[in-house]
């Protein structure tokens, strides 16, 4: 299947930077059930880039760019830190010049990473929960796998570490869309990439994956019912959905709406029970709908760091009561299902 760039004045400097070059992924797509992708794909991510083009994405940009060359001896992608090369691979000085790079990234919500001994130490401890879902779900083996709001790409490296065949995460923030780059410039063209986009750019019947994950996401849409729908129509009869999300304490009619914000987030719509959302998803058409794992979220799994040094979750809880939000809803508690198309 032939597919090109469409002509556009920033393709001149996105192709001479050469920096997110996504032709392997368009290869992989041409011989998958995804194939019908590419009539739309090029050109999405081309007006992703370029509609978000602002002094900070132009920087990104350059900063990326400026990366010292360094070749990893080792890349560790199976446990807690992602690690990349080990402090011997790499000069002092340029070690120094890479984490002024890396930190110029700031914030970094998800991880951890470790680059050349650099250890990135974002604001979550992405790994608790990878270690709570990944017993659970299907073996990725050999998996087609879709990510929505995959943030920096944190949980998409354990996918491919898990032996995922395609793995593929989206996130509308371009900030995130660097980060991952920035990994992947030391890891080089494996197939997981991060795209620039929101699951509303998604087309429709793409009907193609094997596995898609939707976590952190859920609460942040206005219509649940639409967000659980598009996501079946991602997958491939038979294939798994794995949903992680906010939930909130009671029975399968149990929906916590917030008056304005919860936890200082504005944009949290709907907080189901577990049960409520097994309901959902099965209304919705899934089926083997399973309950993984509820935890509440502590300040072990999330708090600011020198990699993230805006508020975050003790600054949201109530000083007097931690058991609850500033606002007084319950404190954040997050569940995983999985369910199967
Ligand atoms: N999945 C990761 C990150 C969750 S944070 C994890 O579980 O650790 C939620 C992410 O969703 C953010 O990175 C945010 O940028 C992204 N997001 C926001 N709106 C989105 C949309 N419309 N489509 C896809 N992702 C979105």
């Not at 083009?53 to 940009?61: T, V």
């Not at 996918?159 to 780059?181: F, H, K, N, S, T």
């Not at 849409?221 to 967000?227: A, I, T, V, Y």
Request: net charge negative; with cysteine; charged share 25%.
């Amino acid at each position: 299947m032939a597919y090109s760039l469409p002509s556009h004045p920033f393709n001149f400097l996105l192709l001479t930077l050469n920096l997110i070059d996504y032709t392997s992924l368009y290869e992989h797509l041409a011989v998958s059930p995804l194939e019908s992708w590419l009539d739309v794909l090029p050109v999405q991510i081309q007006q992703a880039f370029d509609s978000k083009r602002h002094g900070d994405l132009d920087e990104w940009m350059l900063t990326l760019k400026a990366f010292p060359r360094v070749q990893p001896s080792s890349i560790d992608l199976n446990s807690s830190v992602i690690r990349v090369g080990t402090p011997g691979d790499i000069s002092p000085r340029d070690r120094e010049a890479l984490e002024q790079a890396l930190q110029s990234f700031h914030p970094w919500r998800k991880g951890p990473f470790d680059l050349f001994g650099i250890h990135i130490d974002t604001e979550w401890r992405s790994d608790l929960k990878w270690d709570r879902l990944s017993g659970a779900i299907s073996p990725l083996a050999g998996r087609r796998v879709l990510g929505i709001g995959c943030g920096s790409g944190y949980h998409c490296w354990r996918m491919l570490g898990a032996g995922a065949r395609l793995v593929i995460g989206i996130d509308p923030y371009l900030l995130y869309v660097i980060q991952y780059q920035a990994i992947r410039n030391f890891i080089g063209d494996v197939p997981a990439y991060v795209l620039p986009l929101g699951i509303e750019d998604l087309p429709e019947n793409l009907e193609g994956f094997d596995t898609v994950f939707s976590m952190g996401v859920l609460y942040h849409r206005r219509s649940p019912f639409e967000h659980l729908l598009r996501l079946k129509d991602l997958l491939r009869v038979g294939g798994e959905l794995v949903i992680e999300t906010l939930v909130i304490e009671g029975d399968e009619d149990a929906v916590l709406v917030p008056e304005d914000r919860y936890a200082k987030m504005r944009n949290v719509w709907f907080i189901p029970s577990p049960a409520a959302l097994t309901k959902w998803l099965k209304r919705s058409g899934f089926k083997d709908v399973e309950l993984v794992d509820v935890t509440s979220t502590t300040t072990e799994e999330q708090r600011s760091t020198a990699w993230m040094r805006f508020e975050s979750l003790t600054d949201y809880l109530n000083p007097e009561n931690p058991s609850q939000t500033l606002e007084g809803y319950p404190a954040p508690r997050r569940a995983i299902l999985i369910a199967k198309r």
